[in-house]
């Protein structure tokens, strides 16, 4: 949605109203890569996604980094073979080997371990890390800043409304 523009979460609801208007079903891709459609989804799970949109453009530049998807890096036709075989998607998923761990896939040989090593290394990052717990830990604290800044708006708002 940020390459269409879209800033908040009225835009994206706006947006999901224009596409059905005009025949278009938009759909919101599930866990398990199931689609379903945005207006029959229960609303938990639209508010959900909405949530994780915020969240992925408000996020920091390494959290993005990590969920980058492998097949974007710049990776040899076998590394990324090895990877998608080895069903490393993104980069959190393959800084959670150790280096190697990465001898260990299928069709994986030193050239491509060393290869993985450096793109890891000229990222910034470290093999062994838990990257799932560091965007955990992230989004915990995003949402817990959000809530506080609404808070703080609705208090703002509760004196504005007592002049």
């Keep these: 949605m940020v390459k269409y523009g879209l800033k908040n979460r009225e835009e994206v609801l706006e947006a999901m109203e224009v596409l059905e208007k005009n025949g278009l079903k938009p759909?919101?891709?599930?866990?398990?890569?199931?689609?379903?459609?945005?207006?029959?989804?229960?609303?938990?799970?639209?508010?959900?996604?909405?949530?994780?949109?915020?969240?992925?453009?408000?996020?920091?530049?390494?959290?993005?980094?990590?969920?980058?998807?492998?097949?974007?890096?710049?990776l040899s036709r076998r590394a990324k073979s090895v990877l998608t075989g080895a069903r490393v998607e993104t980069v959190g998923d393959l800084i959670g080997f150790r280096k190697n761990d990465v001898l260990k896939f299928r069709n994986a040989g030193r050239v491509t371990a060393d290869e993985l090593d450096r793109m890891v290394k000229s990222l910034g990052l470290e093999w062994d890390t838990d990257a799932k717990a560091l965007i955990v830990e992230e989004m915990r604290e995003w949402k817990k800043a959000k809530a506080e800044a609404a808070a703080e708006m609705a208090k703002k708002k509760l004196e504005k409304s007592d002049d």
């Design 27 to 74: 759909h919101i891709m599930m866990p398990d890569g199931s689609l379903v459609s945005f207006f029959r989804a229960q609303e938990e799970v639209r508010e959900a996604w909405i949530e994780e949109w915020e969240f992925s453009n408000e996020c920091s530049e390494k959290t993005k980094l990590l969920r980058t998807r492998l097949e974007e890096m710049v």
